[in-house]
Structures are given as structure tokens and as C-alpha cells.
């Protein structure tokens, strides 16, 4: 079962624009991580922000966690068309630090 | 961040036939995970692979069906046995790094069964 459902589950927006993410997760957890996949292939890790942090910079990306909503946030600023993939945000909740995966959101960014 | 590579990359396979799928790690480390990502669908952990101890399985795998085995700190397989078509996924390995917890993926292997 996943740990966290994002939304929205697809999103299409012009180059240039910011694009918004959201993961709500169920149980408490130590980190939260952030992945991009383009078109089916491998991971690629963007973040990691630890339950005591609230906020996180990257570049173009700026995570926040509010584990009082159990929620997070992912924010690609300035977007580009290379932006285009899937993003999912991963849990890590249990002493054996695997992670469990959100639904996962598609952004599509229009050049 | 840690080097993954996995082999094969992509394969088709018969209905009733097993695939073995490497996974190897550019450093060691304790734990390795498979990760099941169906067609259209997020990533779902099969399994935890610890070198010398049996591989702990999630929910709804088993054994007989995704046989691993870790015969050391860098490296791991998992085989896919007497496949159907609903076994069709990409399969990926992944580690952890200790130092920062961050979690890295191999490329994944693109299974087709017909």
C-alpha cells in the first residue's frame, strides 16, 4: 500500500511558470524524499528533508514539510520543458530506513 | 551518492520462464531493496536484502515467486520466476546512503512477459 498520495495527479503548465506538488503521508515519519522519473526510467533523487526541518532549497526546487499536517510540499520554480516527468515523494518511517513511495504526480511543462 | 548499475536493462520474456536481474553497488552496503513499479504505477518495495540473512519480504511477496540472494556487501539478485504477463514492471534495486539517508536507484529493469 503507498504511504502517500499526491496531488494533483497531473498538472500541465507553461515554461516559465512554477509548478506546485503536494504528498500527503499517514504515519510519522524521519525523512521525506523527493524523486523525478522521466518517462518509465530510473529515479532520480531531488531532496531529502528530515522531520525536524521545515523548509529546503535546491536550485529551481524548494521543498517544506509540516509534519503536523503530515504533509509536504515540492515547488519547481521557473520551469522548463526538460522539467516534464513524473515526481514522487517517498517516506521513510521505520527503523529499516526503506522508503515507501507516493502516487506520484505528472507534470508536463508546454515550451 | 552511490553508483547502481542493474542487468539487464530491458528484456522480453515467456510466460512460465524465471529472469535473474543483477544489481550492483559501486560501494557496500548493509541493506539493498527491490522495488516493483508497474505499468502507469508507483514504486512498490518487494523486498529488503541483507547479506547473510534470508531477504524480508512485504506483504503480498513471497519467496517462491521473487527468490533473492546477496552473496555480498555490493552486489544482489532477484529472480522472477514462472512469470505472467501481469509480472510485467521495471524492477529496480536501491540503496542507502548512511551518511545522509538519501536513497539512490539503479536504471531499472524493463520487464515485458508474453
Known amino acids: 500500500s503507498q504511504q502517500g498520495e499526491e496531488d494533483p495527479q497531473a498538472l500541465s503548465i507553461q515554461e516559465g511558470e512554477n509548478a506546485t506538488m503536494n504528498c500527503s503521508y499517514k504515519?510519522?515519519?524521519?525523512?521525506l524524499q523527493w524523486y523525478r522519473q522521466n518517462s518509465g526510467r530510473g529515479l532520480v533523487h531531488l531532496i531529502l528533508?528530515?522531520?525536524?526541518?521545515r523548509e529546503k532549497h535546491s536550485g529551481r526546487l524548494r521543498v517544506t514539510l509540516d509534519t503536523s499536517k503530515k504533509s509536504s510540499s515540492l515547488l519547481i520554480t521557473a520551469s522548463r520543458a526538460a522539467d516534464t516527468a513524473s515526481y514522487f515523494c517517498?517516506?521513510?518511517?521505520?527503523?529499516?530506513?526503506?522508503?515507501?513511495f507516493g502516487t506520484g504526480t505528472k507534470l508536463q511543462v508546454i515550451p | 551518492s552511490a553508483v547502481i548499475s542493474q542487468k539487464p536493462s530491458r528484456d522480453i520474456c515467456q510466460r512460465g520462464t524465471s529472469l535473474t536481474i543483477q544489481c550492483q553497488v559501486d560501494?557496500?552496503?548493509?541493506?539493498m531493496f527491490w522495488y516493483r513499479q508497474q505499468p502507469g504505477q508507483s514504486l512498490t518495495l518487494i523486498a529488503t536484502?541483507?547479506?547473510?540473512?534470508?531477504?524480508?519480504?512485504e506483504s503480498g511477496f513471497v519467496i517462491d515467486k521473487f527468490p533473492i540472494s546477496r552473496p555480498n556487501l555490493t552486489f544482489s539478485t532477484l529472480t522472477v520466476s514462472n512469470m505472467s504477463p501481469e509480472d510485467s514492471s521495471i524492477y529496480l534495486c536501491?540503496?542507502?546512503?548512511?551518511?545522509?539517508?538519501?536513497?539512490?536507484f539503479g536504471p531499472g529493469t524493463r520487464l515485458t512477459v508474453t
Open positions: 536501491s540503496v542507502v546512503d548512511r551518511s545522509s539517508y538519501e536513497q539512490y
Open positions: 504515519t510519522s515519519i524521519n525523512n
Open positions: 528533508i528530515r522531520s525536524n526541518e
Open positions: 517517498a517516506t521513510d518511517a521505520g527503523g529499516y530506513q526503506k522508503v515507501t
Open positions: 560501494s557496500q552496503v548493509t541493506m
Open positions: 536484502a541483507n547479506q547473510g540473512s534470508e531477504a524480508t519480504y
